[in-house]
């Protein structure tokens, strides 16, 4: 029994070894930072004062019972909610239609990820200059056809400006729900194709029956990474529209940056972060309950 306990400490201590690198790593960046941002938001922090009193709930209080943050989180919960449905419908039909049988199939395979490749500020910049009232490709593109007589100002006008980013996010960001779900058909099994096709099924019954089911975890995983990604989006409203134009793309990222670093107030921007943290929260655990259970 005692060889036995010894070699299962050994075996312990091994792997507390191997993982300790990573360990320390992630206390380094996120649990360390986390800690200290929770307990920066229950106190007077400002970068104009070195003094850090503690206020308790009140930055708490002082957002929930104000406007500004209300207006954030709808703002943010409509670009993530119209984003990612889009990219998953898009996402979804480009993996069918990569995984039939078109002509040049492998090109458009190979090509798939490039704007996904592209960093987001290099993206924005881009989309600038497509955007731009005066000489944007776009404007070009719809007076040519007719679409309309005026020049449109996509990104100072309330109405369009954030339809504008969420144009960057989807073509930026649909190439890799698209990869994540041609990669899921491919692991359904032929077999069960082949059998739907002899009891006669049509296509329709095919895809519902068959192709949904199979993705569904896929599915699930994408929209995850997916929401994650968009909840937490900064430099597409940054670089884009800066929260503007009067605050119509004020989105919690960019509400969260404007108190703690532009209104000087930590404790206050602290606290935009951790009840940001708690909704993302909220969203993903449901969203990876649903992975998990479809896998089983």
């Not at 005692?2 to 990573?22: D, E, Y």
């Not at 990612?84 to 395979?109: K, T």
């Not at 490749?117 to 497509?130: K, N, Q, R, S």
């Not at 032929?190 to 895809?207: C, H, N, P, Q, V």
Request: glycine share 6%; net charge positive.
């Amino acid at each position: 029994m005692s060889i036995k306990w010894s070699r299962t400490l050994k075996n312990q201590a091994f792997g507390m070894l191997l993982v300790a690198p990573a360990t320390l790593l992630l206390s380094v960046t996120i649990l360390i930072p986390l800690a200290r941002s929770i307990s920066t938001s229950f106190r007077g922090a400002s970068l104009l004062s070195a003094e850090q009193p503690f206020i308790g709930l009140a930055n708490y209080k002082a957002l929930l019972s104000g406007q500004e943050f209300y207006h954030a989180l709808s703002i943010t919960l409509r670009y993530v909610a119209c984003t990612v449905g889009i990219e998953i419908v898009l996402g979804l039909v480009s993996a069918l239609l990569l995984n039939s049988r078109i002509r040049f199939r492998a090109f458009f395979r190979s090509i798939l990820l490039i704007p996904w490749a592209i960093p987001t500020l290099v993206a924005a910049l881009v989309f600038l200059l497509i955007y731009q009232a005066d000489y944007g490709v776009l404007n070009g593109l719809l007076i040519q056809s007719g679409l309309t007589e005026k020049k449109l100002n996509v990104l100072n006008d309330l109405n369009l400006a954030l339809y504008g980013i969420m144009g960057v996010a989807i073509w930026r960001q649909t190439p890799l729900a698209a990869v994540m779900t041609l990669a899921g058909l491919q692991g359904v099994p032929r077999d069960w194709y082949e059998a739907a096709t002899i009891d006669g099924a049509s296509k329709l019954k095919t895809f519902l029956y068959i192709t949904l089911p199979a993705l569904k975890p896929v599915l699930a995983n994408v929209t995850l990474l997916m929401v994650v990604a968009n909840f937490q989006m900064f430099t597409l409203f940054y670089a884009l529209t800066g929260g503007g134009p009067a605050d119509a793309t004020q989105s919690l990222a960019i509400y969260t940056y404007e108190t703690a670093f532009q209104a000087y107030d930590l404790g206050k921007g602290s606290a935009i972060g951790v009840i940001w943290m708690l909704l993302l929260l909220l969203i993903a655990v449901p969203l990876n309950r649903v992975a998990h259970r479809s896998m089983s």
